[in-house]
């Protein structure tokens, strides 16, 4: 298929890519701290025309650390930091189950990248998933999406414990990903 057909989108996990992580979740906006760089990553992507879709597990819902109301103060407060330098975050998939619901949107199973995929008509093999740990990059390649560790987050840990699927790139951040990642594309 040629480059011009191919519609260009890249899918982020948030929480230890975009933002700040913590193990106790990130619950409320005042949380919600974007990692230095990361914001302005985005933008570099979206000036290159590509389109960026966060795909996020957040279980605090489930566990009642947090409500839907809270969630979407989160999401608005990224949409409003992203949109001050330029950026333009499309759309945010998320599951708010816990693992004991056993649903097949909660990574590492692959339903919400089979969601994003369909939403947007992509071409999963042609599409990068950017995470800090296995799960992110085993719910994308389970769709043939590109993986990319970023060692923000939970990334140095993922990294260390070995067993990345292969064709796995690795990335200081999100910044460094997106340098790589569109200095690449040119070749």
Request: proline share 6%.
């Amino acid at each position: 298929m040629p480059i011009s057909a191919i519609k260009k989108l890249v899918v982020l996990d948030r929480d230890g890519v975009i933002n700040v992580d913590s193990d106790a979740f990130i619950k409320t906006p005042d949380e919600w701290i974007p990692l230095p760089g990361s914001l302005e990553a985005i933008a570099r992507l979206n000036h290159a025309g590509y389109r960026v879709v966060v795909a996020t597990n957040q279980s605090g819902i489930g566990r009642g650390l947090f409500d839907m109301a809270t969630l979407n103060e989160m999401h608005l407060k990224m949409h409003r930091a992203a949109a001050a330098v330029g950026a333009r975050i499309d759309a945010v998939f998320f599951c708010p189950h816990t693992e004991a619901d056993h649903c097949d949107c909660r990574k590492p199973k692959p339903g919400m990248m089979q969601m994003i995929a369909e939403r947007f008509e992509i071409e999963p093999e042609h599409t990068p998933v950017v995470g800090d740990s296995l799960r992110d990059l085993q719910a994308g390649v389970a769709l043939r999406f590109q993986p990319h560790l970023v060692l923000t987050g939970k990334g140095k840990k993922t990294l260390a414990a070995g067993g990345l699927p292969p064709g796995t790139k690795v990335h200081d951040d999100l910044r460094a990903f997106a340098h790589d990642f569109l200095s690449h594309e040119q070749e």
